[in-house]
């Protein structure tokens, strides 16, 4: 029989029971309690979380770019988001204000049990149809759903709540919290010490709460971690509910002391003596007004760190010497696939987080752009590169991974390709059509030209160009790929290689895949312009700058392909127009992307680069890192993570 695995999440195992109005309403097995009242659950909702953290009145009065962050302890159905997010489209100011929603789960409903508990609630659906659209497989970490059209960010941190806050940064703090896990009697585990201890950590001056429950344990964990606890009467027929208001300011890490350091003026290249290798959180103090932000470096990096900051609000200018995705990123379709790792590897694994958030991202940019950007294909992965046992597959979740036996793959395939596994999310991001829904952006104005270099004076950025005079900003993000090095130079020169991709125009006498195809490379049939295309991807040739499309790079990847799926290779017409392109893959020595702030916690000099061949699957989920960090946001990636992701780590910096 299959073990389970301790790194996977078990869905929730739901009793629906019908209640005195006929309606069937969830009960957990497990917990053996509701997750929503039977009579009027909406209402008792919003009584209990919204009304008793003044949510209407707080957020009707939000400043000009103030975010107001909500900690949840039990998302559950998302009947309680679901409502604030209701009330927040209805009392929301009209200008940049966000609102962001931190929510954690151990047990999640499947997606057939969180569609039919949110059936129960008709004013919620086109809120309801969302979210289903959006909601993450039940896989350990951060799941991070923007709606940016609302202001909105969710992140569903899946995973015990009290280990999942402990991961949680940023410069920012909880404004409110609904306690919702389940009441002690029923769930004596999650009511400890630990857990009121990051209430705490999370906690600022003034952050209010609200829970069901009034039994001693939360009175008292609240009470003995700074809240000031206060029995009001509960829902309906209910005696009593807890309200809190956080008042003691003792905190670990957050929010961190603004501006302690004094001003300085720096030259970029400049030296530095020591470097500090460990996570710093920067301490900007201007994050609450609209920033004016150069980016330089048009290609998947940079297109996306435009858009997670014009989403906010703010001014981007983005540079490039040549043109939008000109170099590595502009490949006719990138392909979004996972490097499959097993399951407890998962939250520490870029690649696979920064898939699942990229097929949300490019899937949402796609419909609210109306430009075809991402084409959900799903894929086989051949196991050619064996990273895991087959025996973890079973581990994943079907709507991640699924072991196929080699008459099922074929079938699927329609070509031979042995055992494989199942991708359902993967698919293919049409480049060029992502570069112009970016671009289209009102807050995003692209310049051609070059960056000679530039300097931190105070608050700004001065940065001098080619062409235009020097322009000052207030921040600078450098996505320059292997050119990084020149301009930060106390990063180690990145390694790098050239990939160059294959296509060409195809008729119905090829025999083809029915969808792409994971290897060593990867192959995938596309249209353009009504002609349809074979393409296969990359070769690997270490250490060269040179970026013409090559014969022997052709022959490299049909090679590949050969060896995994000799059937297809064959059939290949090689006498046929060929065309290829070639760009530069940069990486670090860790092979992770730099992402953060370069130098000191108040510079103003950030970077996002060597993405190595994962561009388009980092470039989502980093962006949003990048862009919480410049706004002081609570971040969507773990501690370890970030530590891992720091531009001044030791792995990728030098003394100069
Ligand atoms: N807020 C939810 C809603 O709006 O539908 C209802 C939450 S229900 C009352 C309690 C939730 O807490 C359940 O989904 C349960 O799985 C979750 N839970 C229980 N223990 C937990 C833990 N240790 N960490 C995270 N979630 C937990």
Same mark, same amino acid.
């Given at each position: 029989?299959?073990?389970?695995?301790?790194?996977?999440?078990?869905?929730?195992?739901?009793?629906?029971?019908?209640?005195?109005?006929?309606?069937?309403?969830?009960?957990?097995?497990?917990?053996?309690?509701?997750?929503?009242?039977?009579?009027?659950?909406?209402?008792?909702?919003?009584?209990?979380?919204?009304?008793?953290?003044?949510?209407?009145?707080?957020?009707?009065?939000?400043?000009?770019?103030?975010?107001?962050?909500?900690?949840?302890?039990?998302?559950?159905?998302?009947?309680?988001?679901?409502?604030?997010?209701?009330?927040?489209?209805?009392?929301?100011?009209?200008?940049?204000?966000?609102?962001?929603?931190?929510?954690?789960?151990?047990?999640?409903?499947?997606?057939?049990?969180?569609?039919?508990?949110?059936?129960?609630?008709?004013?919620?659906?086109?809120?309801?149809?969302?979210?289903?659209?959006?909601?993450?497989?039940?896989?350990?970490?951060?799941?991070?759903?923007?709606?940016?059209?609302?202001?909105?960010?969710?992140?569903?941190?899946?995973?015990?709540?009290?280990?999942?806050?402990?991961?949680?940064?940023?410069?920012?703090?909880?404004?409110?919290?609904?306690?919702?896990?389940?009441?002690?009697?029923?769930?004596?585990?999650?009511?400890?010490?630990?857990?009121?201890?990051?209430?705490?950590?999370?906690?600022?001056?003034?952050?209010?709460?609200?829970?069901?429950?009034?039994?001693?344990?939360?009175?008292?964990?609240?009470?003995?971690?700074?809240?000031?606890?206060?029995?009001?009467?509960?829902?309906?027929?209910?005696?009593?509910?807890?309200?809190?208001?956080?008042?003691?300011?003792?905190?670990?890490?957050?929010?961190?002391?603004?501006?302690?350091?004094?001003?300085?003026?720096?030259?970029?290249?400049?030296?530095?003596?020591?470097?500090?290798?460990?996570?710093?959180?920067?301490?900007?103090?201007?994050?609450?007004?609209?920033?004016?932000?150069?980016?330089?470096?048009?290609?998947?990096?940079?297109?996306?760190?435009?858009?997670?900051?014009?989403?906010?609000?703010?001014?981007?200018?983005?540079?490039?010497?040549?043109?939008?995705?000109?170099?590595?990123?502009?490949?006719?379709?990138?392909?979004?696939?996972?490097?499959?790792?097993? =399951?407890?590897?998962?939250? #520490?694994?870029?690649?696979?987080?920064?898939?699942? %958030? &990229?097929?949300?991202?490019? /899937? $949402?940019? @796609?419909?609210?752009?109306?430009?075809?950007?991402?084409?959900?294909?799903?894929?086989?992965?051949?196991?050619?590169?064996?990273?895991?046992?087959?025996?973890?597959?079973?581990?994943?979740?079907?709507?991640?991974?699924?072991?196929?036996?080699?008459?099922?793959?074929?079938? =699927?395939?329609?070509?031979? #390709?042995?055992?494989?596994?199942?991708?359902?999310? %993967? &698919?293919?991001?049409?480049? /060029? $059509?992502? @570069?112009?829904?970016?671009?289209?952006?009102?807050?995003?104005?692209?310049?051609?030209?070059?960056?000679?270099?530039?300097?931190?004076?105070?608050?700004?950025?001065?940065?001098?160009?080619?062409?235009?005079?020097?322009?000052?900003?207030?921040?600078?993000?450098?996505?320059?790929?292997?050119?990084?090095?020149?301009?930060?130079?106390?990063?180690?020169?990145?390694?790098?290689?050239?990939?160059?991709?294959?296509?060409?125009?195809?008729?119905?006498?090829?025999?083809?895949?029915?969808?792409?195809?994971?290897?060593?490379?990867?192959?995938?049939?596309?249209?353009?312009?009504?002609?349809?295309?074979?393409?296969?991807?990359?070769?690997?040739?270490?250490?060269?700058?040179?970026?013409?499309?090559?014969?022997?790079?052709?022959?490299?990847?049909?090679?590949?392909?050969?060896?995994?799926?000799?059937?297809?290779?064959?059939?290949?017409?090689?006498?046929?127009?060929?065309?290829?392109?070639?760009?530069?893959?940069?990486?670090?020595?860790?092979?992770?992307?730099?992402?953060?702030?370069?130098?000191?916690?108040?510079?103003?000099?950030?970077?996002?680069?060597?993405?190595?061949?994962?561009?388009?699957?980092?470039?989502?989920?980093?962006?949003?890192?990048?862009?919480?960090?410049?706004?002081?946001?609570?971040?969507?990636?773990?501690?370890?993570?970030?530590?891992?992701?720091?531009?001044?780590?030791?792995?990728?910096?030098?003394?100069?």
């Amino acid at each position: 029989m299959h073990q389970q695995n301790p790194h996977c999440i078990n869905t929730a195992d739901i009793i629906w029971q019908t209640d005195d109005l006929g309606q069937a309403v969830p009960i957990s097995s497990m917990f053996g309690d509701v997750y929503f009242s039977k009579t009027d659950g909406l209402a008792e909702s919003r009584y209990v979380f919204l009304q008793h953290n003044q949510l209407a009145q707080r957020f009707s009065t939000l400043a000009d770019y103030e975010t107001f962050t909500i900690g949840e302890i039990g998302f559950g159905t998302g009947l309680n988001i679901l409502a604030t997010w209701q009330l927040w489209q209805q009392v929301r100011p009209d200008n940049h204000s966000r609102l962001h929603i931190i929510t954690t789960e151990k047990f999640p409903l499947c997606q057939t049990d969180l569609q039919r508990a949110l059936d129960c609630w008709q004013e919620l659906t086109p809120l309801a149809k969302q979210l289903l659209a959006n909601y993450p497989p039940p896989l350990a970490g951060c799941h991070r759903l923007n709606f940016f059209a609302d202001r909105l960010t969710l992140d569903i941190w899946l995973g015990d709540a009290t280990d999942s806050l402990a991961q949680i940064t940023g410069n920012s703090h909880i404004n409110a919290w609904f306690l919702d896990g389940f009441a002690p009697a029923c769930n004596h585990e999650l009511w400890a010490e630990q857990l009121f201890q990051q209430l705490q950590r999370l906690s600022g001056e003034n952050t209010t709460l609200s829970t069901f429950s009034v039994a001693s344990v939360v009175k008292h964990g609240l009470t003995h971690h700074g809240f000031s606890v206060k029995k009001v009467k509960g829902f309906g027929k209910k005696r009593e509910m807890l309200t809190a208001v956080f008042l003691a300011n003792i905190q670990e890490n957050l929010p961190i002391e603004l501006n302690k350091k004094p001003q300085y003026i720096h030259k970029y290249p400049r030296k530095t003596k020591t470097i500090q290798p460990s996570f710093t959180l920067p301490t900007l103090s201007d994050n609450t007004k609209k920033l004016s932000i150069a980016i330089v470096g048009a290609g998947v990096a940079g297109l996306s760190c435009a858009y997670a900051l014009a989403m906010r609000g703010h001014k981007i200018t983005l540079i490039d010497k040549t043109a939008p995705l000109a170099e590595a990123s502009g490949n006719p379709r990138a392909f979004l696939a996972p490097k499959l790792t097993s =399951l407890q590897r998962m939250t #520490t694994n870029l690649h696979a987080i920064g898939y699942l %958030a &990229g097929s949300r991202f490019y /899937q $949402n940019l @796609a419909k609210q752009s109306n430009l075809a950007i991402f084409q959900q294909t799903g894929c086989l992965d051949l196991l050619s590169h064996n990273r895991i046992e087959l025996s973890e597959v079973n581990d994943f979740p079907m709507a991640f991974a699924q072991l196929r036996s080699a008459t099922q793959a074929e079938n =699927l395939a329609g070509v031979p #390709t042995g055992e494989a596994i199942f991708l359902e999310k %993967a &698919g293919l991001i049409h480049t /060029q $059509n992502f @570069a112009k829904a970016v671009l289209t952006e009102k807050n995003i104005q692209f310049i051609q030209d070059e960056l000679l270099d530039f300097y931190q004076q105070n608050h700004h950025v001065i940065l001098n160009f080619t062409h235009q005079s020097h322009q000052v900003f207030d921040h600078v993000i450098i996505c320059t790929a292997l050119d990084t090095c020149q301009f930060l130079p106390n990063i180690r020169p990145f390694n790098y290689s050239r990939g160059q991709v294959s296509w060409f125009a195809i008729s119905s006498n090829h025999l083809l895949p029915k969808l792409p195809l994971k290897y060593g490379g990867y192959c995938t049939c596309f249209d353009e312009n009504k002609q349809a295309y074979f393409l296969m991807g990359a070769s690997f040739v270490r250490d060269t700058l040179d970026t013409t499309a090559k014969e022997a790079d052709h022959l490299m990847n049909i090679e590949t392909l050969k060896e995994a799926v000799p059937e297809l290779a064959n059939n290949l017409n090689v006498s046929t127009s060929w065309h290829g392109r070639a760009g530069l893959r940069s990486q670090t020595v860790d092979y992770l992307p730099l992402v953060g702030q370069v130098g000191s916690a108040n510079s103003r000099v950030w970077t996002f680069s060597a993405l190595g061949s994962k561009g388009y699957a980092y470039a989502p989920i980093c962006s949003e890192l990048l862009a919480g960090l410049i706004c002081g946001e609570i971040l969507p990636l773990g501690k370890n993570m970030l530590e891992r992701l720091y531009p001044n780590r030791k792995s990728v910096t030098k003394k100069i």
